[in-house]
């Protein structure tokens, strides 16, 4: 852009007008920024507004707009205009309608939302799109249980070609040997056939996908659009993207002595038993006939902190089913379900309506032991006393489902990749070591690793800096912001489905591998136009580096919850655009700013905060920033308003993609520039992932846990900066947590600094 021409768009309608003196804040634009041109409309949105923006585009009048509106989380659509650089003013939810009309502070703080669009005009630009050399459509599918076989039918039949990679010798997994599944289909109440191996068949048929058994993955690097992975064979493919379909395997029942696993042959698992039942006949293995008293134990090592801390899901069903299998085959079967919560949500009530017409007998309870001699004692909830179960002939123990995140059967003991090396002081944000890492790396990092990296060899050895596992997010199950993005794993391109991601049944199975699936052609899509995918969709700017400016300190390739900057043979980092998910963590990461977007900087923030209009020490009002992310809390603060919730009109709020991307720089320019507070406002962090961006807000509060040390340089109380997290349902507490630190702020007087 050779010459910035902008174009001022205020709206007066939705209230704004009502609220405030519109043309003192056109003067803003006008008088102090210069604006050449400004226009007042009453209905912005609407198709005359829409129609003189685009008009005087195409005049050439101005080449950049800004719109003083509504929120820039609405009306995004209508605001569009190819090629052309849009800001938004928030003159609705943060100013119409959440602080009284014709309010001198409400004025205020519309004119200040005007400085902040406008002091972002000259820096920032049209994102320049990563559209270097070909895209892959092609997807690769790890795995060909039945997870993968479903996931690559449906890519073929959405037109991708596919490559079916599966270590053993012949397609189905877990479920080929299974006798019968679950209902799937309306009216949900009959045991359905098992399918898999006619799947298998039409997958095996299908031209478009390409299966290669008794084949691992070797290696895998690139990105999305561009992987390049090696096989164990030494064969190179090239790939968009990879659903991760390893499935599960049963929970180890030798571990489950004290229910009388290995002390009888006749206690089985779920999984023996559904082998039994393909046979057409189930007998013991004592002494070969056919069991009259069966005891199905559920929960059988799940929900139990010494074993499997999880519920598998799938247990009550498969029982369920079993159980009927058995008294259809033979009516004159007593079988016992020993439970405690029966777990049939949705369509699989009807299944659990449809044992108990059968006759399957359930008692509410725990099974504390079984004997050698098939004695069951139970926990009975109902009667609140231990009871006894016998004369039965077979124990089924429902043992749970454990994921195949890794290459489990290689010895853990001796792999590289289980040994994770964590100093005793990682809370106090000491430098520390983390296998399949280069040098040191910050504490927070470090604790992600020790959270992330599980035992055992990664099943897509991926190439990146930050190891070549996928990180997990609990008990071995591939990350995923469950809320939000259910498919996603923490390396962008990589979607996890089935099992692995999740205990789940066959049905949902096939809808999980559909939606994984789903989730891989988008990105294929978006990557080849240069766009980002979630949360940012269709973001085109990615992180660039002036690697002259550079010190190799490592901490945006450390820090990146994405792993999208590895470095190269000179120890630089070097941006892998496509895994980029355009948080700017990395950002907020460099000690030296040197890492910035096309449309999103350190500098561009703090220019957006220093562009408000602070009122001297003599005014009685105070000034509070409020840096808040664009996920959860400013969303939060727009919903406050829409329920015209009233607060501080003394707070100015400055989105920001992620609080990882927020640099000390801000805050100390904030406070040097005379606020007397300041608030960083993020997504709830913690194990459940909530943060959009995965460990924003845990890198914020770490980060801001040395901002004392600036506070103290600086002569400030440490009060004056807080970390405020905050879910998009929390908006009914935006206003209390806001006024509560004002409050604060004027209790402990202003900022010194103001006026200078």
């Not at 926990?379 to 004369?391: C, H, I, R, V, W």
Request: a negative charge.
């Amino acid at each position: 852009m050779s010459e910035r021409k902008t174009g001022v768009y205020l709206c007066s309608g939705c209230g704004i007008g009502e609220a405030v003196d519109m043309e003192k804040v056109a003067k803003v634009a006008t008088a102090e920024y210069k604006a050449p041109h400004c226009v007042t409309h009453g209905v912005l949105c609407g198709d005359e507004g829409v129609a003189a923006i685009k008009g005087d585009l195409e005049a050439g009048t101005v080449n950049q707009v800004v719109v003083g509106a509504c929120s820039p989380r609405v009306m995004a659509d209508r605001f569009a205009f190819d090629n052309v650089v849009v800001l938004r003013a928030n003159l609705r939810e943060m100013v119409a309608w959440s602080h009284p009309a014709g309010d001198e502070d409400t004025l205020a703080l519309a004119e200040d939302q005007i400085r902040m669009a406008m002091s972002q005009t000259t820096r920032v630009k049209m994102p320049e799109p990563f559209l270097e050399g070909e895209f892959s459509t092609r997807i690769m599918v790890v795995g060909g249980g039945f997870a993968g076989l479903s996931a690559a039918r449906e890519a073929a039949r959405a037109g991708h070609e596919v490559l079916l990679i599966e270590r053993s010798d012949k397609l189905g997994g877990q479920a080929l040997g299974w006798s019968k599944r679950m209902p799937h289909r309306p009216p949900y109440r009959d045991i359905a056939d098992n399918d898999t191996a006619a799947l298998a068949a039409a997958v095996q048929a299908d031209r478009a996908i390409s299966v290669r058994l008794g084949r691992t993955v070797a290696k895998t690097s690139g990105m999305p659009g561009k992987f390049v992975v090696e096989l164990s064979d030494g064969v190179t493919e090239t790939v968009g993207a990879i659903v991760l379909a390893t499935g599960w395997r049963p929970y180890d029942p030798t571990k489950l002595g004290h229910l009388g696993y290995g002390a009888s042959p006749d206690v089985v698992t779920n999984v023996q038993m559904e082998a039994l039942l393909a046979t057409g006949k189930v007998t013991r293995k004592s002494d070969g006939k056919a069991p009259k008293a069966v005891v199905f134990a559920q929960c059988a090592g799940s929900r139990d902190p010494d074993h499997l801390p999880y519920c598998s899901s799938v247990c009550c069903g498969t029982t369920l089913k079993q159980a009927i299998q058995l008294i259809e085959a033979d009516p004159e079967v007593m079988a016992y379900v020993v439970y405690e919560e029966m777990r049939t949500p949705g369509t699989a009530e009807e299944f659990y309506r449809v044992a108990q017409e059968k006759g399957v007998i359930f008692v509410k309870g725990k099974v504390k032991s079984v004997g050698g001699d098939l004695k069951v004692t139970v926990a009975d909830a109902l009667l609140g006393e231990d009871t006894e179960l016998e004369g039965v002939d077979m124990v089924v123990l429902a043992t749970g489902m454990v994921p195949n995140s890794t290459m489990h059967d290689v010895a853990y003991e001796n792999n590289e990749y289980a040994q994770v090396q964590v100093n005793d002081d990682i809370d106090h944000g000491s430098p520390i070591k983390v296998a399949g890492y280069k040098g040191e790396a910050p504490a927070a990092a470090a604790a992600q690793a020790k959270n992330c990296v599980p035992a055992g060899a990664p099943i897509l050895n991926l190439q990146y800096r930050q190891g070549p596992h996928i990180p997990m997010l609990a008990d071995g199950f591939n990350d995923s912001h469950y809320i939000c993005f259910p498919y996603e794993t923490r390396r962008t391109g990589i979607y996890a489905c089935g099992p692995v991601r999740r205990p789940m049944d066959m049905g949902e199975t096939a809808e999980d591998a559909a939606g994984a699936v789903m989730k891989a052609i988008q990105v294929v899509r978006s990557v080849a136009e240069g766009k980002a995918v979630h949360p940012r969709v269709g973001d085109l700017s990615f992180p660039r580096i002036n690697l002259n400016a550079c010190t190799k300190c490592k901490r945006c390739t450390v820090e990146c919850p994405f792993g999208a900057i590895d470095e190269n043979e000179k120890e630089y980092p070097e941006v892998n655009p496509t895994r980029c998910r355009r948080c700017g963590t990395c950002m907020g990461a460099c000690p030296v700013r040197t890492i910035s977007f096309d449309n999103y900087s350190v500098e561009m923030i703090s220019q957006m905060i220093k562009a408000v209009k602070v009122p001297d020490e003599f005014s009685g009002k105070p000034r509070i920033a409020i840096l808040a992310c664009e996920n959860d809390a400013y969303p939060a603060i727009d919903m406050a308003g829409l329920n015209r919730t009233n607060y501080s009109a003394h707070v100015r709020v400055v989105p920001v993609r992620c609080l990882g991307s927020v640099s000390l720089l801000n805050v100390s320019d904030a406070l040097s520039a005379g606020y007397d507070g300041v608030i960083l406002m993020g997504c709830k962090s913690g194990d459940d992932y909530q943060c959009h961006f995965v460990k924003g807000s845990a890198m914020a509060q770490e980060r801001m846990s040395k901002v004392g040390e600036t506070l103290k340089s600086m002569m400030l109380e440490t009060e004056r900066v807080a970390v405020m997290e905050i879910s998009i349902a929390e908006s009914h507490k935006i206003g209390t947590q806001i006024d509560q630190f004002v409050q604060v702020i004027e209790k402990i007087g202003f900022n010194p600094f103001k006026g200078f």
